[in-house]
């Protein structure tokens, strides 16, 4: 075989080596390009999602700061409204603005066991905004100032919500008690006559109104 057609194979061997190498380079490109375009698309949906979950965080961080203000603004109104208690009670208290019913209900209840509570039963009904003689008047008539009980500390004949008679831990959370519940149910109540299903019976009403006179 002449010389220069060896030579020729041999150049067209070597240039088929090159050709084939540069595809396989080729392919093996194509292939992590592949990749990496797919890898893209994956972070894009992850900063796409993260982006939707950072819109919903800052609109609940602006609810909750709404939020936070309207607490605040409310325990600014409640302490307004309890200093302004603080001040009624302290000047209801006073003997020329009324106080002197402290010892009226004081003299009406003594030798009872809510002797000493006349304070109590006062302060209570001007923070409930009820005439100040009702409560010991129906404590009397119901229990005798405090001497017959229908539970513990319940010396208004009071019915429990669930059934039977309502009780209570101190004489003056009872007092505090019967007075709001007298002020939700008939408001600025001055008679027993206003308590409508209190008890129906006039003559209940009649005696504690008579109570009433007494002090």
């Given at each position: ?116 509570q006349g304070r109590t039963f006062y302060l209570a009904a001007v ?31 009071r019915k429990a919500a669930g059934g039977g008679w309502a009780g ?20 600025r109540t001055s008679s027993p006559f206003e308590m409508k299903g ?18």
């Amino acid at each position: 075989m002449p010389a220069a057609l060896w030579i020729a194979i041999v150049v067209g061997i070597w240039l088929t080596a090159i050709l084939i190498a540069v595809m396989i380079g080729m392919r093996l490109t194509s292939g992590e390009i592949e990749k990496a375009q797919a890898r893209m698309e994956g972070q894009a949906r992850e900063i796409e999602l993260m982006q939707k979950e950072n819109r919903v965080l800052s609109g609940q961080i602006k609810q909750l700061k709404e939020t936070s203000s309207t607490l605040n603004q409310i325990k600014e109104k409640v302490f307004q409204i309890n200093q302004r208690r603080l001040s009624l009670v302290k000047w209801a208290a006073l003997p020329d603005r009324g106080g002197n019913w402290i010892n009226r209900i004081d003299s009406y209840l003594a030798r009872t066991p809510l002797t000493g509570q006349g304070r109590t039963f006062y302060l209570a009904a001007v923070d409930a905004g009820i005439e100040p003689r009702l409560m010991p008047a129906i404590a009397m008539v119901e229990s005798g100032g405090g001497r017959a009980n229908a539970n513990s500390n319940n010396f208004f004949g009071r019915k429990a919500a669930g059934g039977g008679w309502a009780g209570w831990s101190t004489k003056e959370i009872a007092i505090q008690n019967q007075a709001h519940y007298i002020s939700k149910m008939w408001g600025r109540t001055s008679s027993p006559f206003e308590m409508k299903g209190y008890a129906t019976s006039p003559v209940w009403k009649g005696k504690v109104a008579r109570e009433m006179a007494r002090i």
